[in-house]
């Protein structure tokens, strides 16, 4: 007899599907009147004891509040100190530590790079002011810019019209540039 109540009492937990099946049944026809008070005075009694449970919660929340405020930790102060855990903890990865010592010795490679393609840009423009063509550029706009002084602020009183400084400073460049081209061709025919 033991053995065929065992088999009528699980000891698993329902399922989905049991639960189901519970929940659809219709228990009520089956129960007498006083079990149906008795177990009505229970729900009663279970809800009661949830709501006073919330309640019981929700002042120890209240409690554990304050208790932090008092400590000096709020919200903020917990978020930093999750984060400053979480980003020690990231550190001592060793995907961390190979992937640091790798940008770090490219970023000196980068460095070394850069600083020896400035050194080599400077010491072109350095061989390009040395060069023949820049000091003839060179001689040509200061001869130009003597010109625009002497021409705006220089011997006439009236000083000149701004157009007619313009225009004799076009006509100067355009015959030094043309004189230019010249004593470039006679330097090539002496050499």
């Known amino acids: 007899m033991e053995a065929q109540a065992q088999g009528l009492l699980e000891t698993e937990p329902l399922q989905g599907r049991d639960e189901d099946t519970v929940a659809s049944a219709d228990y009520s026809s089956m129960l007498s009147e006083e079990e149906k008070e008795e177990l009505k005075a229970e729900l009663v009694q279970l809800e009661d004891e949830i709501t006073t449970?919330?309640?019981?919660?929700?002042?120890?929340?209240?409690?554990?509040?304050?208790?932090?405020?008092?400590?000096g930790m709020n919200l903020m102060n917990e978020l930093k100190q999750n984060f400053s855990k979480s980003w020690h903890d990231m550190q001592t990865t060793t995907a961390y530590k190979k992937t640091h010592e790798t940008l770090s010795h490219a970023g000196q490679k980068a460095t070394a790079a850069f600083s020896n393609v400035g050194t080599a840009i400077s010491k072109k423009f350095g061989d390009m002011r040395n060069s023949p063509t820049f000091k003839s550029f060179e001689e040509r706009v200061e001869t130009t810019v003597t010109s625009l002084k002497t021409k705006v602020g220089g011997m006439n009183p009236n000083g000149g019209s701004f157009e007619e400084v313009l225009s004799s400073t076009a006509q100067a460049s355009a015959q030094s540039v043309a004189g230019g081209s010249r004593r470039t061709k006679e330097e090539e025919l002496q050499c």
Do not use: D, G, M, T
């Open 53 to 71: 449970l919330r309640q019981v919660l929700s002042a120890k929340e209240r409690h554990l509040v304050e208790i932090k405020q008092k400590l």
